[in-house]
């Protein structure tokens, strides 16, 4: 892959004045983890000919960082199920001269003790393994794999300096004992944590608000066992900062707290399908497109940048303003990404 200098656009903006920074890729919509909050009990697997190459996605995010985008997250399913994704990451490097400033991966980190140090040299800023037990039936319980892989890959990651966020989703009457045991584990480990609250996302649409771990309730067990502090000043981050005992803890409240009047994220299935929220009912259909972007560079970057400018410009308010619509769609989370 080759990459040619040329003047950055603005960034693609929606009608509530949020610009947009970030852009998360899926590569595959296959995991090797059965996690009833993002997978469902039988998934239909896209094909492989559906997905589109590393080339495509590479034109793609060439694209969108001369329009804006300063952090490409690479998400799945789980990506490090998908071959060449390191070398995909290494290529993306090429994209820093026009303004690309981070790149991150999150993964359920049971591949990440194979991959931890080509992934350090391949150049990943950061990633984010998500882990929601620490207690090995419970993990079990809730993946249908084993802890073990997971915690290796984590060591792995921290001692090629591979900077590493764990973030952890809550539900009730399955996991949310394990609030403690998490603090207590990452605060042993040095590493960040993040509790997420159980969100409809599932593969099944089972979900119910009676699932729902909030912050509060996170809040309240944190302050029953340590002392805690809210951060003042807050990041663009989704996670409401906290520090527990002094250590780094973030929750991420989509249900009860919402973040949404920030958001400055746009997603990519592996498909093509593009979506301007996590739960945006309608995604927009650009795999022809981006497959195209390397032969018609003379003419497709701007109808393209047109389609994204309108679909981008109509995204809700947020999380709540779309669930008043009361309408569903099917993709879940092991497509998107999260």
């Not at 997905?51 to 804006?68: D, K, T, W």
């Not at 690479?74 to 090429?94: K, N």
């Amino acid at each position: 892959m080759t990459v040619s200098m040329t003047e950055s656009a603005a960034a693609f903006t929606d009608q509530f004045g949020r610009s947009k920074r970030k852009l998360r890729i899926s590569v595959t919509d296959r995991c090797n983890f059965k996690c009833v909050y993002c997978m469902p009990e039988h998934p239909e697997w896209m094909k492989k000919h559906q997905i589109l190459s590393f080339e495509a996605l590479f034109q793609f995010c060439q694209f969108m960082v001369q329009r804006g985008i300063q952090h490409i997250r690479i998400t799945g399913g789980e990506p490090l199920m998908r071959q060449g994704v390191v070398h995909f990451i290494a290529e993306l490097q090429q994209l820093r001269k026009f303004g690309l400033q981070q790149i991150s991966m999150t993964t359920n980190g049971h591949y990440l003790k194979k991959y931890a140090q080509e992934l350090k040299l391949a150049g990943l800023d950061n990633i984010n393994v998500s882990l929601d037990s620490v207690d090995a039936a419970g993990f079990y319980q809730l993946t249908q794999k084993q802890l073990s892989p997971v915690l290796e890959g984590i060591q792995a990651a921290l001692a090629v300096g591979l900077p590493l966020k764990i973030n952890s989703v809550l539900i009730q009457g399955q996991n949310h004992e394990q609030i403690i045991p998490l603090v207590q584990w990452a605060k042993n480990l040095g590493v960040p944590l993040r509790f997420i609250e159980f969100m409809p996302l599932d593969g099944d649409r089972h979900w119910t608000t009676a699932h729902v771990v909030s912050e509060q309730q996170i809040l309240d067990t944190l302050a029953s066992k340590f002392n805690v502090q809210a951060i003042q000043e807050q990041s663009r981050s989704p996670a409401r900062q906290y520090l527990v005992d002094g250590h780094p803890i973030g929750i991420i409240s989509t249900i009860t707290h919402a973040f949404c009047g920030e958001c400055d994220r746009v997603r990519l299935t592996a498909q093509g399908e593009f979506y301007n929220c996590l739960f945006a009912t309608q995604g927009l259909a650009l795999k022809t497109d981006i497959e195209q972007l390397q032969t018609h560079m003379d003419v497709l970057p701007n109808e393209l940048a047109q389609k994204l400018e309108a679909y981008i410009w109509n995204k809700k308010a947020g999380f709540h303003a779309i669930q008043a619509q009361q309408t569903h769609r099917k993709i879940s989370m092991h497509m998107i990404g999260g």
